[in-house]
């Protein structure tokens, strides 16, 4: 908790604030630190069902594998070839020095070899480039098809999924998994297995064609290689730790600005700007000494290889020129085998980073299947119960439920609800008001008892069938980014201009909307925020008209708007409900008086159930939440 009682949330790197340390995919140099990668649960169960992913596209990854592999032997038969260039060169300029010194006629460099030579090069990195492209080609396919397949999966694996499911995971972990995850996989699809493929290929063609120049020179090559990775290894430990106290601070520094920006203007009103920056300077400044150290400890890494391996180089000169002298060796062959020496410790970076990033994929895949494994919703009947015109009958019949088992919230709930009549629902917070509503819509199911519209049990139909008999009005309203139009359109598809503008009407929206610059063209911003409170709710009523359900339900309709505001909204809603079986749900108990039927919730059960003069006489529950509202009213009202 901050100073001002938000609360926080590390959330890690931000683009925003320079989350990425800015040294690529495969960042914190050659053996870059990126912070320990998240480990999965179970590597070799999550591989094996990627796998299957993968498994259509084997055709495509075959050729992925052997243009990598000729693509990498190409690349590296260069400086072999070019150490042949290099010797016929040098040949040539001894024969010539030789020449002068012997006074004997002085022969001419062969440089059509040498001019070969070149050609050949120039024609094996054009082809190793072509082979290079079409494993990108191909791997560009494979990926994006198969992160395609696992959208598609998870998107309809959501579309099955009860509302609990939904109730007790955050928005941002959802997204987290149908974004984040999937983009990484698709990253170290695309990215880093093909250089995991081309960095094997590399150090074992490095290796034969140093063994076939020297294994002397080799083993000098090999015997350096572990100093390398002792020095870094245990630099990149101490490296590590400070990046994760970086992050952990920039995730701070995240959270302490969405939290000022997000309730500037509270933070403003209670004059805690002070506080606020003192804050946000003491987070800086601990995200300034960890991100310093850091990278001061990361930037060791490569003075240290390049250190060690010039050690690696200059005996390689030393002994590769007493095997030149020795004629042991050719020139051009030194040349060639310090190029290789040169390039061989790259790719093993490289392999030991993607040995990393594949530990968080297979940890995003774990989260992806994680989903994909979720019970889902209890599949319709093979023959669904078609209603040809409903009425709006609404039986509760001994209804038990409960969120959990051992936790039963209704037990033997019975209400009946005549086509066309108005029942409201009552209560406190948390007396079970809406979870009632998600048990007739069908969003939760139902231990025991039946429910039924117009005699027939609601688990007879389809879900999609259920809900077209029903409206919605609820306090949160949802509009999205588009046409009003559109948005009132959204209610019934198909819908024709004129049809959306006598909906508009019925609801007492038409009258703003038309004074709007653009009028029914006026396009949404996001959140609706170009409008007020009561004109989105007004939209949202004209919307349940335009879809002209036999079912109507009203949650809270009312509740965050100026009275002004609500009387026009009480008529429209009075409009929609001519002729409708309405279920509303309201704290207002003066918005309900008329109702035909007012059931009172407490604890999940119904403990009254009448019209209002009905429930004021008997002076019971609903009496007294009925006038302790206006019993505040009117002592606000006395106090003045």
Known sequence: MSDHGYTRQSSGSSPAFGGGRGRGRFGGGMFGPRGPAEKPKDFKKTLKRLVVYLRPHAVQLGIVLIF???STLFMILGPKILGKATTKLFDGLISKYMAVVLHKSVPSIDFVYIGTIILILIGLYLVSALFGYIQQYQMAGVSQKTVYNMRRDLNEKLSRLPLKYFDSKTHGEIMSRVTNDIDNISTTLQQSLTQLITSVCTILGILIMMLSISPWLTLITLV?????FVGTTNIAKVSQKNFAAQQKELGNLN?????MFAGHQIVKAFGHEGDSVREFKQINTRLYSASWRAQFVSGIIMPVMNFINN???VLICVVGGIMAAKK????????AFIQYSRQFTQPIAQTANIANILQSTIASAERVFEVLDEVEELPDKAEPAVLAEPKGEVVFDGVRFGYKED?????????FVKPGKTIAIVGPTGAGKTTLVNLLMRFYEISGGKITVDGIDIRDFKRGSLRTMFGMVLQDTWLFNGSIKDNIAYGREGASDEEVYRAAETAHADHFIRALPDGYDSVLKEDASNISQG???LLTIARAILADPYILILDEATSSVDTRTEVYIQKAMNELMKGRTSFVIAHRLSTIRDAETILVMNDGTIIEMGNHKQLMAKNGFY???YNSQFRGAYVDETAK
């Open 311 to 313: 050690i690696g180089y």
């Open 68 to 70: 990598a592999v000729l």
């Open 407 to 415: 936790a039963i919230l209704m037990e033997n709930m019975n209400i």
């Open 224 to 228: 350096t290689l572990p100093l390398s």
């Open 535 to 537: 004109e989105k709710q």
């Open 255 to 259: 959270g302490h600005v969405e939290e």
């Open 328 to 335: 042991a060796l050719d020139l051009g062959d030194i040349q």
């Open 623 to 625: 009496a007294d939440l």
